[in-house]
């Protein structure tokens, strides 16, 4: 078998026994070619007069590619003048076609381009649908969507738990922030870096949009809400490893200025929260959490307790990070559905000398 295809390299095609050719080399040599491209300026009625007239005497062509890559009017032509001994077409210039002459010719032989619609195709095209709906639903595994990305069941199974994390950090970094978003600038470290990422871009930016809509961000259309409004998304990534084999950076701008946070995997699998504004803070991402940032001096540990248990908050667990004279805590608290964290908590919170900032953040 011969075949013109220059993209292909020499090598994949030799293990597949093709021989690759030139292209005129390939119409003089062949008794039979079918073409499998798409239509580009550079493809476009590529069979022509010329061609036709310097092919082996009695080729046959079949078209099931793009109608445009054929100057129907020469192949007409070579077949009546014995040139081209016939044609096999499922596709026209323009369909429905006007010009009937190709389809009048005994030689060739022209079917609608239908192909899913037959009973065969619909039928092939209802199991695919049901069987991609129940692997959505049982594994989680999306494919062949036209909008997302497309990934094995062992790959997603690799990047499930930083599908969670990535979403987790964009719900917590677009509570930390105030003013409307600008750019959020995304990098992946270690081996994520050489992972499949979209679908995590995708994910930080449904969890960024969770706490701002109310409904209708999902990882399918997460970008299409960014570009929507206006907010530019840039992604990067570093094999470099950090203190972490695995490690997401998330920098939300926004005209108030900006907010970085980063967060890593625990063998467990659970999303962690591991620095936030440049201190290093180890924090589970889950469930309710009371955000303070201060100055790092006595006392201020210990206030937060009295506060919290004044408004019968209990503390589940406590993460303190520090950096030179800045501190950053993070509790995580009990929120029963009947009787949320009340505003006062962070009220009061605010009026702590030393603490600069607090958030309620529901991740």
Do not use: W
Request: glycine share 8%; aromatic share 4%.
């Amino acid at each position: 078998m011969i075949a013109h295809d220059p993209f292909i390299s020499e090598q994949v095609a030799g293990d597949l026994g093709v021989e690759l050719v030139p292209m005129d080399d390939l119409f003089a040599r062949a008794d039979y070619i079918s073409l499998h491209m798409p239509s580009t300026p550079q493809t476009k009625q590529m069979i022509n007069a010329s061609r036709l007239q310097r092919a082996k005497k009695g080729i046959r062509i079949v078209n099931t590619a793009r109608g445009d890559l054929v100057d129907e009017s020469a192949l007409a032509d070579a077949i009546e003048s014995g040139q081209v001994g016939g044609a096999g077409l499922d596709v026209f210039t323009k369909e429905p076609t006007v010009d009937h002459r190709l389809q009048m010719l005994p030689q060739v032989i022209a079917t609608p381009h239908i192909a899913a619609s037959t009973r065969e195709g619909q039928e092939l095209v209802g199991v695919e649908t049901a069987a991609a709906l129940r692997d959505f639903l049982k594994d989680g595994l999306i494919r062949n969507a036209v909008n997302f990305p497309s990934v094995s069941a062992e790959e997603y199974k690799k990047l499930q738990p930083f599908v969670t994390l990535a979403e987790r950090l964009g719900t917590f970094v677009a509570q930390m922030a105030d003013g409307r978003a600008r750019s959020v600038g995304i990098r992946y470290y270690g081996d994520l870096a050489t992972s499949r990422t979209d679908m995590l871009g995708n994910a930080v930016l449904a969890g960024m949009f969770k706490p701002i809509l109310s409904s209708g961000v999902t990882l399918v259309n997460a970008r299409s809400v960014a570009a929507e409004r206006g907010i530019e998304v840039v992604e990067s990534r570093s094999t470099r490893r950090r203190d972490y084999a695995s490690l997401i950076s998330v920098k939300l701008q926004t005209a108030e200025g900006a907010r970085h946070i980063e967060g890593a995997v625990s063998e467990r699998g659970i999303p962690r929260l591991v620095s936030l504004d440049g201190v290093v803070v180890e924090a589970p991402l889950e469930g309710t959490m009371v955000v303070t940032c201060n100055t790092d001096q006595p006392g201020v540990i210990g206030q937060v307790g009295t506060i919290l248990g004044r408004h019968d908050v209990n503390i589940a667990t406590f993460a303190l990070g520090r950096d030179g004279d800045r501190a950053v805590a993070a509790a995580i608290v009990d929120e029963p559905e009947e009787r949320p964290v009340p505003e006062a908590v962070v009220n009061e919170l605010r009026q702590v000398k030393a603490i600069r900032e607090a958030r309620i953040v529901r991740v």
